[in-house]
């Protein structure tokens, strides 16, 4: 079974950055693209960065050269260092397996507000 735990979120400034981590477990996520999705108040999921299943790194366009995506195999941990953050980043974060994602972690809130 495949469970999905994120950590990391919270309040910060803007401009202030974050780590959000992602815990896996029931999965290789060597084998697996995985990736984070997040959901604003009022808006559809939308995908903020993933890994592929070839080890590329993926990034939607209003996140590119702010927030970076890693991962350690062995831990099973996925990362998302997120930097320069505004307060249109505000949402619940998701961590994702597959593509397109099969599994969901619960999310964690990630707010930008001074």
């Known amino acids: 079974q495949v469970q999905l735990v994120e950590s990391g979120g919270g309040l910060v400034q803007p401009g202030g950055s974050l780590r959000l981590s992602c815990q896996a477990s029931?999965?290789?996520?060597?084998?697996?693209?995985m990736g984070w999705y997040r959901q604003a108040p009022g808006k559809q999921r939308e995908l903020v960065a993933g890994?592929?299943?070839?080890?590329?790194?993926v990034y939607a366009d209003f996140v590119k050269g702010r927030f970076t995506i890693s991962g350690d195999n062995v831990k099973k941990l996925v990362y998302l260092q997120m930097n320069s953050l505004k307060p249109e980043d505000t949402a619940v974060y998701y961590c994702t397996a597959g593509r397109p994602p099969s599994s969901w972690g619960q999310g964690t809130q990630v707010t930008v507000s001074s």
């Open positions: 029931g999965i290789r996520i060597s084998i697996y693209a």
């Open positions: 890994i592929e299943r070839d080890g590329r790194a």
